[in-house]
């Protein structure tokens, strides 16, 4: 028997439900357990090691969110998804508040999108048990795990880093925290492994919907390392380092120094590493383009001061100088 099967547990009152969404996770390699109701599930929890529970919201007894919130202090590690036919912004607020719920799935579902959630479910509890190991070398392997699924990425997370790193020094930053930023440096692109590669290896321009899922990238990394236990400093730099300085950027379009320095720091470099290197869709710029376009995005995308002191010390930022990814850890 493989032990290191993960198994999903479907909560729901109504059986063509149940033999409906087990049949969806037939040929997936997950073990399926089901439940008619809460009491039922919360047996089967206690019981077994649940890696998801995808709970109905309207059933006899508990309601979804209340077997949700008590799966959460069950099982802290379980994610939770929670469906129901009758959704408002209450609803929405409270599973999320109470139960922590990773998706919220509309009835009827569509087959793609609830497999979809389901499979990004699993996959976030496999980063964060990875990155919880606490080990500098599973760090750096996360982030060649990203660069996996997008070869002109090769090297791409290790450059950010270092760049990040001797922008960190030449600022004077308190060097208790440069682990952090070194960290930050290698994850920060870490929520890549849930977008599908179809979309990331796309080499023309993207639609409004795949730029979407792409910009989803950062607060899932994020969630990711938070779980993992990793310091508010690696967090800020997952989840804020597509911000601009002009206040256009995403998750939350946060402005000039409400972005934190780390954020502020990580951006220059992913910038300027992703103009300096081929990408599916262009060459690496040459150096008089580089530094028109940089320039061009001083103070509305990167930090003006950040971007001088980057563009100071250029050479020493050029990717031919870089250490590569095969690199040793230090």
């Given at each position: 028997m493989n032990m290191n099967i993960e198994t999903v547990l479907i909560v729901d009152d109504e059986p063509l439900i149940l033999r409906a969404i087990s049949r969806l996770l037939a040929d997936t390699g997950y073990k399926?357990?089901?439940?008619?109701?809460?009491?039922?599930?919360?047996?089967?929890?206690?019981?077994?090691?649940?890696?998801?529970?995808?709970?109905?919201n309207c059933m006899p007894g508990k309601s979804g969110i209340e077997f949700l919130t008590q799966v959460k202090l069950l099982s802290p590690s379980t994610q939770r998804i929670l469906m129901t036919a009758h959704a408002d912004v209450d609803m929405a607020v409270k599973a999320i508040n109470q139960g922590e719920i990773f998706r919220f799935i509309i009835k009827p579902w569509d087959n793609d999108y609830l497999l979809n959630a389901i499979q990004d479910s699993l996959m976030h509890n496999r980063l964060v048990s990875t990155l919880k190991q606490g080990e500098e070398s599973v760090y750096?392997?996360?982030?060649?795990?990203?660069?996996?699924?997008?070869?002109?990425?090769?090297?791409?997370?290790?450059?950010?880093?270092?760049?990040?790193l001797l922008l960190a020094e030449k600022l004077g930053l308190n060097s208790a925290i440069m682990d952090d930023i070194r960290w930050g440096g290698w994850?920060?692109?870490?929520?890549?492994?849930g977008v599908p590669e179809k979309i990331l290896n796309f080499p023309g321009k993207l639609s409004p919907e795949e730029f979407e899922i792409i910009k989803k990238h950062s607060e899932w990394g994020a969630s990711v390392v938070s779980q993992a236990g990793f310091s508010r400093t690696?967090?800020?730099?997952?989840?804020?380092?597509h911000e601009?300085?002009?206040?256009?950027?995403?998750?939350?379009?946060?402005?000039?120094?409400?972005?934190?320095i780390e954020a502020r720091i990580a951006a220059v470099a992913d910038v300027y590493d992703a103009l300096s290197t081929d990408r599916?869709?262009?060459?690496?710029?040459?150096?008089?383009?580089?530094?028109?376009?940089?320039?061009?995005?001083?103070?509305?995308?990167?930090?003006?001061d950040l971007l001088d002191l980057l563009i100071a010390s250029q050479e020493r930022f050029d990717p031919k100088n870089m250490v590569t990814p095969a690199a040793q850890v230090n």
């Open positions: 399926v357990l089901t439940a008619a109701d809460a009491m039922e599930g919360l047996e089967i929890v206690q019981q077994n090691d649940i890696s998801l529970v995808l709970s109905d750096l392997t996360m982030a060649r795990m990203v660069e996996l699924k997008d070869p002109y990425t090769h090297g791409h997370c290790q450059r950010v880093a270092e760049i990040s994850l920060h692109d870490c929520g890549k492994v690696v967090v800020n730099i997952v989840l804020y380092h601009h300085f002009s206040g256009t950027g995403y998750p939350f379009g946060l402005s000039g120094k409400q972005i934190p599916p869709y262009r060459p690496a710029f040459t150096t008089d383009k580089l530094l028109a376009v940089l320039n061009d995005m001083r103070g509305s995308v990167l930090d003006p």
